[in-house]
């Protein structure tokens, strides 16, 4: 096996960032590709920042050990958290994802958007700039969506539980005119169809996932790491989380088998700092 690093590596909390990694392996058919789902940990919309940021560092160390070129922080919320940390202690180009308020502000006719994410990411330092920066030239309302990644966490994509959730989450957005909504978590572009019966074919659903595929491509070609050739890249999968759960609802999801790998032991747990002590977190 040659020492080169060649794959982009891809995390989230748990099976949500998928939906980046299909968009990628479309659009970048040479890359291979290593996801981690840190499902043993699921979900980050409700954890400490402290914890999330732990998490990042912990993958981000696995990936690189693992060869990554690129990291994509496949995850909204681990993003808010934790991204410029990772960049300021990884010299390798790390890719992240924030609610598309800009294109959404920008395409609205109503003058209504609305962003459904986690609520770690609405109370985010970088989510209270990106809307200082874009959310004036409309009324943007700001939905956080508890529960709602952990349905897809659980493969239920169109049952009773995401339908009452989505709902009650989407009542009071269409109530007052929200003609684009922005999915501001990776959990979520599986859960379209559904929002899509919900909020009715005239209100714009904004996945952000061909933007951040676009942006790796950009980085990857201005560092010279782009893979090219004939070649079609590798996939694998790892999980902090139960392997056969998560490989489950990973095959639902992309409509593929997937094998999964557990995380290393010395990956999957956090030593998180507290005033008084260092506690392990499970
Ligand atoms: N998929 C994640 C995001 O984009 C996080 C969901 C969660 O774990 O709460 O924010």
Redesign the pocket.
């Known amino acids: 096996m040659s020492n080169k690093h060649d794959l982009v590596g891809f995390f ?3 099976v ?2 998928l939906s980046v990694l299909r968009q990628v392996r479309a659009d970048l058919p040479h890359e291979s590709l290593l996801y981690v789902a840190d499902s043993g940990h ?5 954890k400490s920042v402290e914890l999330i940021i732990q998490r990042s560092f912990a993958i981000t160390e696995f990936l690189l050990e693992q060869r990554a070129k690129a990291v994509v922080v496949a ?4 993003t808010a958290a934790a991204i410029t940390r990772l960049r300021a202690r990884f010299a390798i180009p790390i890719i992240g ?1 924030e609610p598309a308020i800009k294109p959404a502000v920008a395409m609205t006719r109503s003058g209504v958007v609305g962003i459904l ?2 609520g770690n ?1 609405v109370r985010s330092v970088k989510f209270a700039h990106l809307l200082d920066q874009h959310g004036h030239q409309a009324r943007v309302l700001v939905q956080p969506c508890p529960g709602l ?1 952990d349905c897809v966490e659980q493969g239920e994509l169109n049952g009773s539980r995401p339908r009452a959730l989505l709902e009650r989450y989407l009542q009071p957005l269409l109530s007052v005119g929200v003609d684009t909504l922005v999915l ?4 979520y572009p599986f859960l379209i169809p559904l929002i899509r019966q919900l909020a009715g074919i005239e209100v714009a659903i904004l996945d952000p996932s061909p933007a951040i595929a676009r942006q790796l491509r950009r980085r990857l070609e201005s560092e010279g790491l782009l893979a090219t050739g004939d070649r079609i890249g590798s996939e694998c999968y790892f999980t902090s989380g139960a392997p056969e759960l998560t490989a489950r609802v990973m095959g639902q999801l992309l409509g593929q088998s997937v094998t999964l790998e557990s995380l290393p032991e010395r990956f999957r747990s956090v030593e998180i700092f507290s005033p008084a002590s260092l506690a392990t977190v499970a």
């Open positions: 989230d909390s748990g949500g960032g699921a979900p980050y919309g409700n995850c909204n919320t681990a994802i994410a986690t990411t990644a501001g978590c990776t959990h």
